[in-house]
């Protein structure tokens, strides 16, 4: 059976007027604000080294080899943390003048991904994207580590409906719980996450 992608969505609320800031150059996503080791960024057959300050464009790769870590400001202050193993494409990054977001889209082939997501004033798309089934965000500080054949999340405040690509049946994961769904599957249900797997998270995600 071919799986299907997943897509998890997050849809943002008021934003404060302090979060508001210029848009990015056409093609700009966003800024590296933290990096541990040799990070690099894939585009059209190249690499590019991730060093403090680096640009990250849309339709890149962004790479963190094992043993590294990634930090990345995005165009609508999101902080996106990339831990040890992770490979995220950056397929969409769209922001007004205002620095508001109107369109993301990546996609987490492998590894754990937090992310920290401003809110907007409108709803505005946010979208990461696994290999197994469709989950929506409702929430501002979240986890998602993809695996073959699997992925998880836990969420630290909000929530997420997370929906199976091949059942089409879903269950919504709320805050400080955690959920895992495999290929082919319904989702398990949700539990309560105890306090030291957030921070096991937490600690994969850190750049210090």
């Not at 150059?25 to 403090?52: D, I, M, N």
């Not at 197994?132 to 630290?156: C, H, K, N, Y």
């Not at 091949?166 to 996450?193: H, K, N, Q």
């Amino acid at each position: 059976m071919t799986t299907r992608r997943a897509v998890l969505r997050l849809i943002g609320g008021a934003a404060a007027a302090a979060l508001a800031r210029p848009a990015r150059a056409a093609g700009s996503a966003g800024l590296v604000v933290g990096v541990y080791g040799a990070c690099v960024a894939e585009a059209g057959g190249q690499q590019r080294p991730l060093r403090l300050g680096a640009p990250v464009n849309v339709g890149d790769t962004l790479v963190v080899p094992d043993g590294a870590r990634l930090k990345v400001r995005m165009s609508d202050g999101s902080i996106l943390s990339l831990a040890s193993g992770t490979r995220l494409a950056v397929a969409e990054y769209r922001s007004d003048a205002a620095g508001n977001r109107e369109s993301a889209e990546l996609s987490l082939a492998q590894g754990l991904l937090r992310a920290v997501v401003t809110r907007t004033e409108r709803p505005a798309k946010f979208e990461v994207a696994t290999a197994v089934g469709t989950g929506g965000v409702r929430g501002t500080d979240w986890f998602i580590e993809a695996r073959p054949g699997s992925a998880q999340v836990g969420v630290l405040s909000g929530s997420v409906a997370l929906t199976s690509a091949a059942t089409g049946r879903s269950v919504v994961i709320p805050s400080r719980w955690g959920g895992r769904l495999e290929a082919g599957r319904d989702p398990v249900m949700p539990r309560v996450w105890a306090p030291s797997e957030f921070d096991a998270v937490i600690a994969r995600t850190d750049v210090k």
